[in-house]
């Protein structure tokens, strides 16, 4: 019962964090059955991102597992250079990443805490930015606000729905490419990786 609970009031947050108030989605980019979306949000001038698509294969267990392996997110993660847990509870992660950046910008650092609630054939996993938990390093422009949402089910005739959303600030001076290519090409390498890992 406490599962369930715990499980719809996830849902409602997913669906608050999908309604931020902001523009309707608009697609960026599509690459075979791999679509990418953007959006502005009032009052920040970086969009929110969303890439989805459905599969014929992988399932649940292998999702979770690859979201979960946090020391191998350097094997998929665009410009992810390293990543290690600092803390677990019973259904959550707390994470250090690093992110190398394209001269002239500076590499960038993240704290997120994520959260896996799984019911029936439906994953969903939040993440939310932790900026405090770790002193900062002076390598590194830490990232103080991000907020990423995952959301895996399995459909009928052995098919996989992945949807990814993603919106936040990576804080300092940033060109306006590498923005665009933070809210189209990132999210959808992001998704290419991870179905390809789901194949194995």
Not at 30 to 35: F, P, R
Not at 176 to 190: C, F, G, K, R
Request: glycine share 4%; charged share 30%; proline share 4%.
């Amino acid at each position: 019962m406490k599962n369930q609970i715990r499980f719809s009031v996830l849902v409602l947050i997913t669906t608050l964090f999908l309604s931020l108030t902001g523009s309707d989605w608009k697609q960026a980019l599509k690459k075979e059955n791999v679509i990418v979306y953007n959006r502005d949000v009032d009052g920040d001038k970086f969009k929110q991102s969303k890439v989805e698509t459905t599969i014929n294969y992988g399932t649940l267990d292998k999702a979770e597992k690859i979201l979960k392996n946090i020391a191998e997110y350097k094997n998929w993660q665009p410009n992810c250079e390293s990543s290690e847990i600092i803390k677990t509870s019973q259904n959550s992660i707390v994470m250090y990443i690093t992110f190398g950046a394209p001269w002239p910008v500076s590499d960038r650092d993240l704290i997120i805490e994520s959260t896996f609630l799984r019911e029936g054939k439906k994953l969903i996993v939040k993440s939310t930015a932790k900026p405090t938990l770790k002193l900062e390093d002076e390598d590194y422009v830490r990232i103080t606000y991000c907020e990423g949402m995952w959301e895996i089910e399995e459909k009928e005739g052995g098919k996989l729905f992945l949807r990814n959303t993603n919106h936040s600030n990576p804080g300092g001076n940033i060109p306006a490419w590498l923005s665009t290519t933070a809210v189209e090409d990132i999210p959808m390498e992001t998704m290419q990786n991870f179905i390809e890992l789901l194949k194995d």
